[in-house]
């Protein structure tokens, strides 16, 4: 095992002439020394700190043993669930187990246990009484208060009650990880660690909060399945997605039980030289060797990587905010951006790689095409806690501007040994459109796209677009028309690829069919539908639970009732109607449009 990878066993510290190691990383992924790899920069940017780090990569969870490779951290144990939440990456939308886990060993299901960070946390305190326990990550993050769980259909507390551990770390951790090291080496214990960004903790002492704190409704207000509590429990998601923001946002307070989880504002953003110098950590940007022998399938390696391995993370955050997805919650709407010279640097390097075929596989980030903070009160006020920045109703302040972002990818497609960059991950088509010079447009279409642009307009009803702060099905029906005539221009024959997710609160059958209809008129049935995945952390996850939208008030102050399609079968039949002219689906469409009272389609969309 080469120890240019952090160690992953006692041999690999003994190398390294490490007697005690300072932390110890348990991820639910298995390694892979990049940057896009928590395990991996986190570790990194420790070691860069001075401090000493062994990683357990998708232990054995039955064996307490397994927890034991590295001896008692002198610090602690750091927990992961991995990329994904646990029960996300074991279990599809309709709750089925998947058959696969791409950030696994050979991409083989199985070796992540569900609820992992319960899991991962009471092994560690079978094999170590009193050790600092501190849980991150996308799970610890997403339920680092009172959450809806879609798989229980229940309401859970926070996962720092549930896991017993120490400390919460949440959002992008950079930041908060190394202010926690370095009290953790001063010898305070980390159950009394206060007042660091982007942690969670708890206290049962009511005189230990803070006096400037924002209480949320108890546990106990919203755990039950009532109308009352599920008011409560949207009141207590809109404060807490008001206070995301690192510059606005307060310490949030809930009460559970005779204790109290106290949140503390967000990190700040990392400055464009901070997110240069992480990146640029000796990362080996492969699997670690112990991958290279054939998993139980037989195959070898961890398949995620080769999404990113010739990519190029350029940005985070995101103040599209779409109301299903919860960047929001762990990035946030702030952007930050890598600067040029630092992805040139890493181009550079991937052209090096001996497996390079002049191919940058993508430049971007949640949303590729956000490079810099949506307008200029941002920067001094943080985003706005009660308006959107894009959405039905695009803000006004939306600073529109594609410039700094075109002259990156021109840059890097002039590399030597660069045939083409692509651009894959999300381009915001709505703020494109908003964007008078047609420059980012044409050049994207020239040069970095592979055959077909794939986006996300996900419905074409705007009653539900509007629930999804999305914007109206025109801004998208005016972008694919400009795409066409782009490529027109062009000489080009690429298609567009758009995204549709089913059965997404305020959908039911009337608004599926409009979409089948759309579909119809378009020639355009799509292989692939999103069901709606209600997962902890987003507004939709809570207008699910709820059936209320907390965005949006009556006159008499009431919260706006939405429409929620529960259980499998009318699911079913909405993602069917998306996908009519699969032959099989024929008795699911009959039977969703003469519920609706819309026999005259039955001809239209099966063709009799």
Same mark, same amino acid.
């Not at 008499?556 to 399609?565: Q, R």
């Given at each position: ?133 501190? @849980?991150? /990550? ?6 680092? #208060? !009172? +959450?809806? *769980? ?6 859970? $507390? ?34 009394? @660690?206060? /007042? ?6 708890? #206290? !049962? +002492?009511? *005189? ?6 924002? $209480? ?34 307060? @310490? ?357």
């Amino acid at each position: 095992m080469s120890s240019k990878f952090l160690p992953v066993c006692k041999k690999d510290l003994d190398d390294l002439g490490i007697e005690e190691v300072d932390f110890v990383f348990v991820s639910g992924d298995a390694y892979v020394d990049h940057a896009s790899f928590a395990s991996a920069l986190l570790g990194r940017l420790l070691v860069s700190k001075g401090f000493s780090v062994g990683l357990i990569c998708q232990p054995d969870w039955k064996n307490v043993e397994s927890f034991k490779v590295f001896g008692r951290p002198k610090l602690g144990f750091l927990v992961s669930a991995g990329a994904m939440d646990s029960m996300v990456s074991n279990y599809t939308a309709n709750n089925k187990p998947r058959s696969e886990d791409v950030y696994a060993h050979g991409g083989v299901a199985g070796h992540r246990p569900d609820r992992a960070l319960i899991t991962y946390c009471s092994a560690i305190r079978q094999a170590y009484k009193g050790v600092n326990v501190l @849980i991150g /990550g996308i799970e610890a993050s997403l339920r680092r #208060t !009172s +959450h809806y *769980d879609y798989w229980s259909n229940t309401v859970r $507390r926070s996962i720092l009650l549930d896991s017993k551990a120490d400390l919460l770390m949440y959002g992008m951790g950079e930041h908060s990880i190394v202010e926690i090291a370095e009290q953790l080496r001063l010898g305070l214990p980390a159950k009394q @660690i206060r /007042g660091v960004r982007g942690t969670v903790w708890y #206290t !049962s +002492h009511a *005189d230990e909060l803070p006096s400037d704190a924002i $209480r949320l409704p108890s546990y106990a207000e919203i755990s039950k399945d009532t109308p009352d509590c599920k008011r409560k429990f949207a009141e207590s998601y809109l404060i807490q997605e008001r206070n995301t923001d690192a510059i606005n946002g307060k @310490i949030l307070v809930e009460p559970v039980d005779s204790r109290f989880i106290v949140q503390e504002p967000a990190a700040l953003p990392l400055t464009t030289e901070e997110f240069d110098a992480i990146y640029e950590l000796p990362f080996q940007r492969k699997w670690h060797p112990m991958y290279d022998k054939p998993a139980e399938n037989g195959k070898t390696g961890v398949p995620a990587l080769s999404e990113v391995k010739f990519s190029l993370t350029s940005c985070r955050g995101c103040f599209g905010a779409c109301s299903f997805c919860a960047i929001t919650f762990h990035q946030g709407r702030r952007i930050q951006a890598r600067s040029h010279e630092s992805l040139i640097r890493e181009a550079v390097q991937i052209t090096k790689d001996p497996d390079f075929k002049g191919y940058i596989h993508d430049v971007g980030g949640p949303s590729a095409n956000f490079r810099h903070d949506a307008c200029e009160f941002q920067k001094k006020r943080g985003a706005c806690q009660n308006k959107d920045c894009m959405g039905t109703n695009p803000c006004k302040n939306v600073k529109v501007d594609h410039s700094e972002y075109v002259e990156l990818l021109r840059k890097l497609r002039n590399l030597p040994g660069v045939k083409k960059v692509f651009v894959r991950s999300g381009i915001r088509f709505d703020y494109l459109m908003m964007d008078k010079d047609r420059t980012f447009f044409k050049e994207l279409v020239e040069h970095h796209i592979s055959g077909q642009l794939k986006v996300a307009p996900e419905h074409v009803s705007n009653k539900v677009l509007r629930l999804m702060r999305k914007s109206t099905h025109e801004v998208y029906e005016s972008f694919a028309a400009a795409y066409a005539e782009m490529n027109r221009k062009a000489g080009k024959k690429q298609y567009l690829v758009p995204y549709y997710i089913c059965a997404h609160p305020g959908a039911g059958l009337e608004e599926a069919v409009e979409v089948a209809l759309y579909l119809k008129k378009t020639g355009f049935v799509p292989d692939q539908v999103q069901d709606f995945y209600p997962t902890p952390g987003s507004l939709s996850t809570c207008m699910y639970w709820t059936g209320l939208n907390p965005r949006q008030t009556n006159s008499d102050g009431s919260f706006e009732e939405v429409y929620v399609a529960r259980g499998a079968h009318e699911r079913r039949l909405q993602r069917a109607l998306l996908q009519f002219n699969r032959r099989e689906n024929a008795p699911l469409v009959k039977e969703a449009l003469l519920k609706i009272g819309r026999k005259d389609l039955i001809g239209v969309l099966l063709g009799k």
